[in-house]
């Protein structure tokens, strides 16, 4: 054996050791009066441990044979397979990447399954994984309501906190929609060095606030500290330091290592978390072997007497002895099992390892937007009298011509209304009505439980999002400013738009997320109230992006986009310009012209669907939000300057862009000028040009107008990096005359 494969030690330590009857000190104490579940049970548990361990020594010699793709096993973990025994399937499990041992025992919950090879077509990255079809190697189960994660470190937890805090409100709100019992809990697990994540703390902060408000979070962290993040030790008695005195959470700690102290701790902690609705930290020691990795040497940071120390520990030989001393299985019939279920395992396993993989991109990229849970059917939109009470003296203003703000408050109203499952939610948004006002008398008309304030975290208002949208709900949560949505990316990103992709649409997060932002404000700016910058979202796949110019657009949009996150459970980027939200007028004081009468409530604007302002195949200004306002004003002196007329674009949504209209629309025309206010490097803007270079040919001159690439100042310099009425003709008329 060499010294660098510590998985040989480990097998072999194991067989070596149980014959010899050599196990790691006993906690007899615990066996005296135990009787918290028969003997059998704790046999099957067993069974899992083994059966992973033996998942993970396959794994790593098909890696070295170039079959499989992914070595971060669950050994030193095994304990959590008590987990899978004591919570039933119908609570939901956000699981860390070392929780096969949970997963197979979870499994035992439910008939016709097969565990075993579907882990490990995992492992393998074949088409044929029933989960995430080869995308990647995760434990992940629609039957055993276990959503998929990738390589996780915290992220997955502001969701779990969402999903559990959903279960009470769903239950308050008779929600018809509701995936989750309404006496469920979530499960929620991840190792020692996660919790010190910004996305864990935002998580923990959030449950214990919520529970200090007198609200229900049935959560349970499951913290599985083995004491080391990759190389980097956790300070001893770190977690427990941290988690023991936590306002809110309820603290409980556990021996990873011995089984009976881990049904009886598990048993005790479902028992409160279920009865009293609140969230628990359940604190699993443990230990972790063969490194982090398949890749990873332990010898590059710990000494040989460590690692060994370790490995004398492991969780099979406390697990082994345990057999014993309970007079479940003897020596002999353990290592009947253990090496038994190695056969099984490596039949298994070698059988995956000649199943089908994905080759082409467009099977990859198939389940980007895939959902298979479709609505049919669109709510009842809700009858006059209903409308008429909740809207109350505003209802006679739908008539009125309004900005972009009320417009868009007037429909936040009826989609509540006829939307009985959506929520609105983040920084004062609940009595204040938000700092434009947008969500203002929402609360009174719907109550605390649909419209309420978050805590000043994004990333909580995004996960609680994701979390609501995994019971059934469409939430519809701001966030204060687009400047603001960059402390949570990863949630957009890493969570909320792959959750389909890792799961074949089997699991999606379907929601609304309201941005104001953009530039162009009067009086109050700074890059932090002023960012006009969308690069983010063009590299996100599967989001809608939506950026109204006006109040009429924006309601049409609004509906589309909820309409869409209901159907299709699509997650819906809804960036509104502040700057547009109050303006009233196009040309010239008291004109009037962007006041809008709000729509029929039937009234919506498809996805992709841009809007022409004139005919011309002289010039086609592309544009959205400001820039279309702004492209408006100045398309009249254009017109007046040159005498020829020219059209303006208003593409309306930047994902997905309707390309082959677009083109269709421009392909006769001899100049195109792309205005866009976002900064020159990464905005949409680029990629448009890139598309019409590509495609036209040179039949047309192409050039982009956009935002130099600079932070936005505050005073009057604020719109000096930026397109302008004036700068839109100054390019044009270069444009037209060459």
Not at 202 to 216: E, Q, Y
Not at 276 to 298: N, W, Y
Not at 542 to 561: E, F, H, Y
């Amino acid at each position: 054996m060499s010294l660098f494969n510590r998985a040989e030690v480990v097998d072999f330590n194991f067989t070596k050791r149980v014959k010899e009857g050599s196990f790691p000190e006993s906690k007899s104490d615990l066996l005296k009066s135990d009787r918290c579940i028969p003997n059998s049970e704790f046999i099957s548990i067993f069974e899992s441990q083994i059966a992973s361990r033996h998942m993970d020594l396959k794994a790593r010699s098909l890696k070295d044979q170039g079959k499989c793709y992914y070595t971060i096993g669950s050994s030193g973990h095994e304990g959590n397979a008590v987990f899978g025994h004591v919570f039933p399937y119908t609570d939901m499990a956000f699981l860390h990447y070392r929780s096969t041992p949970f997963f197979l025992q979870r499994s035992k919950q439910v008939s016709g399954l097969t565990p075993f090879f579907d882990t490990a077509l995992s492992f393998m990255a074949s088409s044929e994984d029933p989960i995430s079809g080869g995308r990647h190697k995760v434990i992940g189960s629609k039957k055993l309501n276990i959503p998929p994660q990738t390589s996780t470190i915290a992220s997955h937890l502001p969701k779990a906190v969402g999903t559990a805090f959903s279960i009470d409100r769903a239950k308050d709100l008779n929600i018809k929609e509701k995936n989750l019992e309404q006496n469920s809990i979530v499960i929620c697990s991840f190792g020692d060095a996660s919790a010190n994540h910004a996305s864990a703390l935002s998580a923990f902060n959030t449950a214990s606030w919520i529970k200090n408000l007198g609200g229900h979070v049935p959560i349970i962290f499951l913290c599985e500290d083995n004491g080391t993040g990759i190389s980097v030790p956790t300070q001893d008695g770190w977690i427990k330091e941290n988690f023991s005195n936590k306002t809110g959470i309820l603290y409980i700690q556990t021996d990873g290592l011995h089984l009976v102290d881990l049904v009886k701790k598990a048993k005790e902690a479902e028992k409160i978390c279920r009865k009293q609705r609140c969230p628990i930290f359940l604190h699993m020691k443990t230990v972790r072997l063969m490194g982090h990795a398949g890749s990873d040497i332990e010898v590059g940071y710990k000494s040989l007497s460590e690692i060994e120390k370790t490995e004398f520990d492991d969780p099979l030989l406390h697990s082994a002895r345990i057999m014993i001393e309970k007079k479940c299985l003897t020596s002999t019939e353990i290592l009947s099992l253990y090496e038994n279920s190695r056969n099984q395992i490596n039949f298994v396993f070698d059988s995956a390892a000649l199943r089908p993989y994905l080759v082409k991109h467009e099977d990859v990229m198939s389940a980007i937007v895939a959902n298979e849970n479709k609505r049919e059917n669109d709510p009842q939109i809700p009858n006059l009298k209903l409308r008429k009470n909740i809207f109350g003296k505003e209802f006679e203003r739908l008539k009125i011509p309004q900005h972009m703000g009320k417009l868009l408050n007037y429909s936040l109203t009826d989609l509540l209304l006829q939307y009985s499952n959506t929520l609105v939610f983040g920084e004062d948004v609940a009595k204040k009505g938000g700092v434009y006002h947008i969500t203002a008398d929402l609360y009174k008309q719907f109550g605390e439980r649909r419209v309420f304030n978050s805590p000043l975290d994004e990333t909580s208002i995004i996960g609680f999002g994701i979390g609501f949208a995994h019971n059934g709900f469409i939430p519809i949560p701001e966030i204060q400013f687009l400047a603001y949505l960059h402390n949570a990316e990863d949630q957009l990103r890493g969570e909320a738009a792959t959750l389909p992709f890792f799961s074949k649409g089997q699991f999606t997060n379907p929601m609304v997320l309201r941005v104001p932002g953009l530039a162009y404000q009067k009086g109050f700016g700074g890059h932090f109230h002023n960012d006009n910058s969308l690069t983010v979202f063009r590299d996100i796949p599967g989001i809608i992006l939506a950026v109204p110019s006006n109040g009429l657009d924006a309601v049409k949009m609004l509906r589309t986009s909820v309409k869409e996150a209901y159907k299709n459970g699509r997650v819906i980027i809804f960036v509104e310009p502040i700057a547009l939200y109050m303006t009233k007028d196009l040309h010239k004081p008291k004109d009037g012209e962007w006041l809008f009468t709000y729509p029929e409530l039937e009234s919506e604007i498809p996805l992709g669907e841009f809007t022409v302002d004139g005919k011309s195949e002289i010039l086609t200004i592309i544009t959205y939000g400001n820039g279309f306002y702004l492209s408006l004003q100045a398309k009249k002196e254009i017109e007046k300057k040159t005498r020829k007329k020219i059209k303006v674009i208003d593409l309306r949504w930047l994902a997905p862009i309707n390309f082959k209209g677009l083109l269709s629309n421009v392909e006769n025309c001899k100049n195109i000028l792309i205005v866009d206010e976002c900064r020159k490097t990464g905005c949409h803007g680029e990629g448009i040009l890139a598309e019409l270079l590509s495609k036209l040919n040179g039949r047309s001159k192409i050039e982009l107008h956009a935002a130099k690439d600079s932070f936005i100042p505050l005073g009057v310099s604020s719109t000096s990096t930026l397109p302008s009425k004036k700068s839109i003709v100054q390019k044009a008329i270069e444009l037209i005359n060459g």
